[in-house]
């Protein structure tokens, strides 16, 4: 079995920091991505911030700038810094991870998704 955990959600006022985390674990062999998407009330999940395993990041124009992604490959962690933070920011965050893991069977390669983390962004 293998396992996304986020962590570090909450409320924060506009113009304030706030830093995501998502660990994997269980029987990863590698990671080839992770990154973090929104959704927002009424409207549909979109891509944040991901960064792949040979080094090419990717930002939503809305967060070019603000948010930096991270990771700690030792740890299968991804991390998300979140400067000057604006309401419309205001979502649930979910990590997603696309890796190699073993089945007991065989390897197997697919996205994964951790739970959300609600980050609410108000004064």
């Known amino acids: 079995q293998v396992q996304l955990v986020a962590s570090g959600g909450g409320l924060v006022q506009p113009g304030g920091p706030l830093r995501l985390s998502c660990a994997a674990s269980?029987?990863?062999?590698?990671?080839?991505?992770m990154g973090w998407y929104r959704q927002a009330s009424g409207k549909q999940r979109e891509l944040v911030a991901r960064?792949?395993?040979?080094?090419?990041?990717t930002y939503a124009e809305s967060v070019k700038g603000r948010f930096t992604i991270s990771n700690d490959n030792a740890k299968n962690t991804v991390y998300q810094k979140m400067n000057s933070l604006k309401p419309e920011g205001a979502a649930v965050y979910s990590c997603?991870?696309?890796?190699?893991?073993?089945?007991?069977?065989?390897?197997?390669?697919?996205?994964?998704w951790g739970q959300g983390t609600q980050v609410t962004v108000s004064s």
């Open positions: 997603n991870a696309n890796f190699r893991r073993w089945s007991g069977i065989k390897y197997i390669r697919g996205d994964y």
């Open positions: 960064s792949t395993s040979d080094g090419v990041t």
């Open positions: 269980g029987s990863i062999f590698s990671i080839y991505a």
